[in-house]
């Protein structure tokens, strides 16, 4: 993955936008939850955060101030992994970023065992795995998956919220290029 500039911004700049506009654009970073980017836009932009690493900042902190259920509800509005990569419900950010880590290659074995994980780590957490997958192939997302489904629930709830901000920054990054 390309190293991030320090010295890129958006354009147009956040801070210069409407809200309408500023939703337009942002309302996607996370999955199915223009909420993050209303309530960035609602807490006030400034220089910071025409760069990518400054709206990732803000938005991050908003999506931690969520309610409990409305960050459950943030992380299972996130895909299966190697699940649902030809799915027209599938966003074009969350398609791109699995067919790049080759989940749409996947052998028969692999796709197998991807739907074992996905439902055994379902019925575990009640949400799905999330992964910022970018930069990782299918063997490195599957032994992260194999890795991971042994930890308890609120570790896993934490680590995805986190996956979920790192996801999110790489969305910015892609979007100020």
């Known amino acids: 993955?390309?190293?991030?500039?320090?010295?890129?911004?958006?354009?147009?700049?956040?801070?210069?936008?409407?809200?309408s506009d500023?939703?337009?654009?942002?309302?996607?970073v996370y999955e199915h939850f223009p909420q993050i980017a209303e309530n960035s836009w609602a807490q006030g932009l400034d220089a910071a955060t025409d760069t990518p690493a400054g709206l990732a900042a803000l938005m991050a902190r908003v999506a931690s101030a969520l309610d409990p259920a409305s960050r459950l509800k943030l992380i299972r509005n996130h895909p299966d992994l190697a699940g649902r990569v030809s799915v027209a419900d599938l966003t074009a950010s969350s398609r791109s970023e699995q067919t790049g880590a080759g989940l749409d290659r996947c052998t028969p074995a692999e796709f197998e065992r991807f739907q074992t994980l996905n439902g055994a780590y379902k019925d575990k957490f009640k949400f799905p795995f999330i992964l910022a997958v970018a930069g990782k192939d299918r063997l490195q997302i599957l032994a992260a998956f194999e890795s991971r489904i042994g930890n308890d629930r609120e570790t896993e709830f934490q680590t995805a919220l986190g996956e979920i901000d790192k996801i999110a920054r790489i969305r910015l990054e892609a979007m100020a290029q």
């Open 1 to 19: 993955m390309k190293k991030p500039s320090v010295s890129r911004r958006f354009d147009p700049l956040p801070r210069a936008m409407t809200r």
């Open 22 to 28: 500023f939703v337009a654009k942002f309302g996607g």
